[in-house]
């Protein structure tokens, strides 16, 4: 397939001005194909590496349309002090209203993020019960932050209290922010099918350790690869 098209532009926030964004575009319409929304994570931007190889991969294997976006945060320059959840959630929101400007009416929009912006998706994908939240396909978590480092004795489960729709957990199996013995039995609780893919030797971002002897990034492939077969599986089922 032809090599896909980044488009940059900026996206309007509502009470926080502009932020950049990009999206992925595959170099031809393919009916059926997905669109994805990803969020980045707290101290990194639209731009990081995991984001950017998800946006060209899914464009160019599955005519996928992938959304990227920086928080109102790192676009001023705050890397290391984030925005409000009221700020973070209208940043998502405005991306999730901009995709249906880029794609059909009839294509199935998934929504998603690494640590903090898969937090962010998975909060907006509770509330859509609560009748505020987003209307999406489904939601795919990069390194999802179920805990501080260490403090497995204060789990946040409350972005997931009502996930209604097909999710993807990919986590490393060093996830300092995941213990996936705490997120194992939380996922058949969910009111919708959820699927845990483990990163072995994979941390918090999925980078793998010295130690395995490959490539800090070399997980990337396997991954990509574990989320195309998600959206393809269900953009099938939500036929």
Excluded: Q, W
């Excluded at 488009?7 to 950049?20: E, I, Q, W, Y």
């Excluded at 969020?39 to 160019?60: F, I, K, Q, S, T």
């Excluded at 946040?156 to 013995?181: E, M, Q, T, W, Y």
């Amino acid at each position: 397939m032809p090599s896909p098209t980044v488009r940059s532009f900026k996206l309007s926030v509502p009470g926080a001005g502009t932020v950049s964004a990009k999206a992925d575009m595959p170099a031809d319409d393919m009916p059926g194909a997905p669109a994805l929304i990803l969020a980045h994570g707290a101290a990194n931007d639209l731009d990081y590496p995991l984001l950017a190889y998800l946006g060209e991969h899914l464009a160019r294997a599955l005519g996928a349309t992938v959304l990227r976006f920086n928080f109102p945060y790192v676009e001023r320059g705050a890397e290391h002090s984030t925005d409000s959840a009221a700020i973070l959630e209208e940043t998502l929101r405005s991306a999730h209203k901009h995709v249906a400007t880029l794609v059909s009416a009839e294509t199935p929009v998934f929504v998603g993020g690494k640590s903090l912006g898969g937090r962010v998706a998975a909060e907006l994908v509770s509330r859509r019960v609560e009748g505020d939240g987003l209307a999406v396909a489904g939601l795919v978590e990069l390194g999802y932050p179920l805990h501080a480092p260490g403090r497995t004795d204060r789990v946040n489960v409350k972005p997931l209290r009502h996930i209604d729709v097909p999710s993807l957990f990919c986590i490393g199996s060093r996830d300092a922010f995941c213990d996936l013995d705490l997120l194992r039995p939380l996922l058949p609780t969910l009111l919708a099918p959820a699927e845990l893919y483990v990163v072995e030797g994979g941390d918090h971002s999925l980078i793998l350790s010295r130690s395995s002897g490959k490539a800090p990034d070399g997980a990337y492939a396997d991954v990509a690869a574990k989320v195309a077969a998600f959206l393809i599986s269900a953009t099938a089922k939500g036929a």
